[in-house]
């Protein structure tokens, strides 16, 4: 069984990535659903773990959970928070950087005496 890209991003993070999340990031980096880890270059496997930094950067912050049971057979599964968006960002920004694509930070607040 070969190692596929969306095993190797889920691997990456220890977040629950729905699976549309994972199609978008690859066909923005035209890459193919299933496509083998070896067979892809070293940018690609780079830009589409960055781009997947970016997503959790930008992804809800609200939690959730559930718990599903039935005839003594349970199943709780748990979603968890990103709390720390700044250090994803920083993460996709070097790996944007180490192929040579641009970055800009968005969302930085400056804060001044107004009187």
Known sequence: MAYTIEQ???????YDIPESALM???ADRG???GAE???LTEMQKDLSLADLYTWLA????SSTG???SDAGWQRQRSVKNVFDRGYFKALAKALYEKWGLATQDV???IMKPIY
Do not use: M
Not at 58 to 61: A, I, K, Q
């Open 8 to 14: 190797y991003l889920k691997g990456k993070v220890d």
């Open 24 to 26: 978008a990031i690859l």
């Open 31 to 33: 890459i193919a659903a």
């Open 37 to 39: 880890y070896a067979s």
């Open 58 to 61: 930008s992804s809800s912050v």
């Open 66 to 68: 559930e718990y599903e």
């Open 107 to 109: 969302g930085t607040i």
